[in-house]
């Protein structure tokens, strides 16, 4: 039970620091708001928003009430009670589509939004498929993407330095 409760600690600490990997991409992109103060300050204040929203919102609710299931054979612990669209995500998810298109503009880099895009319509599309390994496939996907976006950035501007 104990590393179930991680799990969701990890969640919520760990997936609004993706504001802050999209805000570096800017950077790394060359985009000129990217390098005011003020887009620091925002980056950051939606990061910790988004961790507190998460930790007061459902986290610590969540780890109270964990509950053993057993799916496909495997023993599970998930959250009762606990539904509706995870704001977090969908807005880490929105900032991360809004960084993808200004990639995909400024340098012709497709992959950050399709990785982004992916989860989105991932999420909204029912395939037939009866685990829930589909979402953390597109969230594999996702990281993918911005792991390349960042090797791609970091290369053309070491292509520049030369």
């Keep these: 039970m104990v590393l179930s409760s991680l ?28 390098n005011r103060s003020i887009t620091n300050v925002v980056a950051w204040l939606i990061t910790l928003g988004l961790v507190i929203y998460q ?6 609710s969540e780890v109270k009430n964990l509950k053993v299931i057993e799916e496909y054979g495997v023993l599970r612990y998930m959250a009762e009670g606990h539904g509706g669209p995870p704001m977090m995500v969908i807005i880490v998810g929105i900032v ?13 880099w497709v992959w950050l939004f399709v990785g ?33 976006t960042t090797t791609f950035l970091k290369d053309s501007t070491d292509r520049r330095r030369l």
């Design 96 to 108: 991360l589509l809004f960084v993808s298109l200004i990639v995909l503009f400024k340098h012709k």
């Design 7 to 34: 799990r969701f600690w990890l969640h919520a600490f760990a997936t609004p620091t993706l504001i802050l990997v999209g805000y570096h991409i800017l950077r790394s992109s060359g985009a000129k708001f990217a």
């Design 116 to 148: 982004t895009a992916l989860l989105f319509v991932g999420q909204l599309i029912s395939l037939p498929v009866e685990t829930g390994t589909l979402t953390n496939v597109y969230e594999l996907i996702l990281i993918l993407s911005i792991w390349r």
């Design 55 to 60: 930790i007061v919102g459902f986290t610590l």
